[in-house]
């Protein structure tokens, strides 16, 4: 997958360390040495000016100096402070520069190879200067006399070999510690490209650089969210699908605790295990998650959240509902009229025309409402027979309350069928499996400016205490196929109805909440809100 075009990188990092180590580490050096051989020099120029100053401030010297020393004591006293000192040459001359005292006898009385202008014109001077013994660090100072008149010069030199081997000495030792300096830098590097390639997982950074770029592809270029985690419970990375879905704004580096995620997903991530198929309600749509933990070489990386948008699918299948719920009732109404027509052909053929109108009023009778009981929506009535025979067949009573009223047609049939068929079959499902006999579901619908309320109550259980409160959030059920009415959490796909009708109510602006968990002589007691459910009345 990623051919290997270029060097490794880690020796590549080492060996420019080493390399940018070794020149600073040289200049730096260099540098050192050079300051350093400065300094001596100019501490041994400083030495022999203070030479040559305590020979001029002797007056005895500078007496003779003016006489053009007759005696010629001075080249005695100049051998002598040469020697105390340690110079390389002590030299006395007159006011015209001609040589009093110097090491080399033969070169007394002869003029100075170097300029003295400037101690004969009273001022001090260090500096390094080639003359007859070599080059050397010398300093030269006025000869005066008692009377402040400059009768001469003194110069005092130190060998530069000396200073150089001086140098040299110390350089040395500091050498010693430059590298020792260097090999630790070049340990550091070592270690510290090692700490990289492992913070990399050993990969190159043009390997990097293709992940990134293969990334941001995947991420962007599929349908579904992907949501990823690392070891500490971070997010790491979060595409714009999983942000949409999710209602997230820039999610990544954020902690999953403080990210408002439904619970079914924060459980999934937080137990650390993998999970399949998770539906679950985020805001107003309706997702499928999976969960898988990410390990490199048993190291736990954290893991990976995929998300599915099935909301398209839940309105279908609402619609779907809506349909099946419709052809139910008509097909049953269908059965019970061609049944009362056959009785009917038959009393006719048969001359009994008396008993066919008895039938036809008794029909006529038993079709027409209870007292006060109206619903003008054919698709509700629809809706309440299908479920009244579905109700039969599973020996519960479903019954229309008498104040029921509705006087004019559904505008939102999806989100009826999906709140008021959700806590209809919850009724009948929850009275079937109740201890209560008779089962019973009371059904009550009422019509207000456009508004549909709905009422239901049934013989079952009721809600358990320790599920009222979150009975509306997504995977909670109160049904468990082993264990009859046990709370418990829904496997995929279960303890969504309820979640999903809050969501259709609240789409219209209204709500669905628990009355009464439970009473003496009935069950839960839920009601639904749904504004704009109904289209508007029209007047007479």
């Not at 699908?241 to 459980?267: F, H, M, T």
Request: hydrophobic share 45%; charged share 20%; glycine share 10%.
């Amino acid at each position: 997958m990623f051919p290997l075009r270029y060097g490794r990188f880690a020796r590549q990092a080492l060996a420019l360390q080493a390399g940018v180590l070794l020149v600073v580490v040289g200049v730096g050096f260099a540098l050192v040495s050079w300051l350093f051989d400065d300094e001596l020099t100019q501490q041994y120029g400083t030495r022999a000016l203070a030479v040559a100053k305590t020979l001029a401030a002797d007056p005895a010297i500078a007496a003779a100096a003016a006489a053009d020393d007759p005696q010629g004591v001075l080249p005695a006293r100049a051998e002598s402070a040469q020697d105390a000192s340690g110079a390389l040459f002590v030299v006395i001359t007159n006011r015209d520069g001609i040589r009093l005292a110097h090491p080399n006898p033969d070169r007394i009385h002869e003029p100075v190879s170097t300029d003295p202008s400037a101690a004969l014109s009273g001022h001090d001077t260090i500096n390094v200067q080639r003359g007859t013994l070599g080059l050397s660090a010398r300093g030269k100072t006025p000869l005066r006399a008692a009377d402040g008149t400059i009768v001469g010069e003194v110069s005092v030199g130190f060998r530069i070999a000396d200073v150089r081997g001086h140098v040299a000495g110390e350089l040395a030792d500091a050498a010693l510690f430059a590298g020792g300096a260097l090999l630790l830098g070049i340990i550091g590097a070592a270690l510290l490209t090692r700490l990289l390639k492992r913070v990399t997982l050993g990969l190159e950074p043009h390997e990097l650089a293709e992940l990134v770029q293969e990334r941001e592809a995947v991420l962007h270029g599929i349908g579904e969210g992907v949501l990823a985690v690392d070891a500490g419970g971070r997010v790491s990375v979060c595409n714009t699908e999983a942000a949409r879905l999710l209602g997230l704004s820039e999610p990544a580096g954020r902690s999953v605790a403080g990210l408002s995620l439904p619970a079914r997903l924060r459980e999934a991530i937080e137990s650390r295990g993998p999970a399949d198929n998770l539906i679950t309600v985020a805001g107003d749509r309706v997702l499928v998650a999976n969960y898988r933990v990410v390990r490199r070489e048993e190291r736990d990386l954290g893991g990976v959240l995929t998300l599915r948008d099935r909301t398209d699918l839940e309105n279908v299948t609402r619609e779907l509902e809506s349909v099946r719920t419709l052809s139910t009732a008509l097909r049953a109404q269908r059965h019970e009229f061609a049944n009362r027509l056959h009785v009917l052909s038959g009393l006719l053929q048969n001359g009994h025309q008396a008993e066919a109108l008895e039938f036809l009023h008794a029909v006529s009778d038993a079709a027409a409402p209870a007292s006060g009981n109206t619903l003008d929506d054919p698709y509700l009535q629809a809706f309440v027979d299908a479920k009244t025979a579905e109700a039969a067949e599973k020996d519960v009573r479903l019954t229309l309350a008498d104040t029921s009223w509705v006087g004019t047609r559904i505008a939102a049939p999806v989100e009826v069928t999906t709140v008021l068929g959700t806590l209809v079959d919850n009724a009948l499902e929850a009275a079937r499996r109740g201890a209560r006999r008779p089962a019973w579901v009371d059904l009550a619908l009422l019509e207000d400016a456009g508004t549909l309320h709905i009422s239901v109550v049934d013989s079952g259980d009721g809600v358990p205490a320790d599920l009222t409160g979150r009975i509306f959030d997504a995977g909670v059920s109160t049904r468990d196929d082993d264990a009859g009415p046990a709370a418990s959490a829904a496997s995929a796909g279960r303890g969504l109805g309820l979640a999903l009708a809050r969501q259709a109510a609240r789409g219209l602006g209204g709500d669905v909440r628990l009355v009464a968990p439970g009473g003496d002589g009935h069950g839960a007691v839920f009601e639904a809100r749904l504004p704009g459910a109904l289209q508007p009345a029209v007047p007479a």
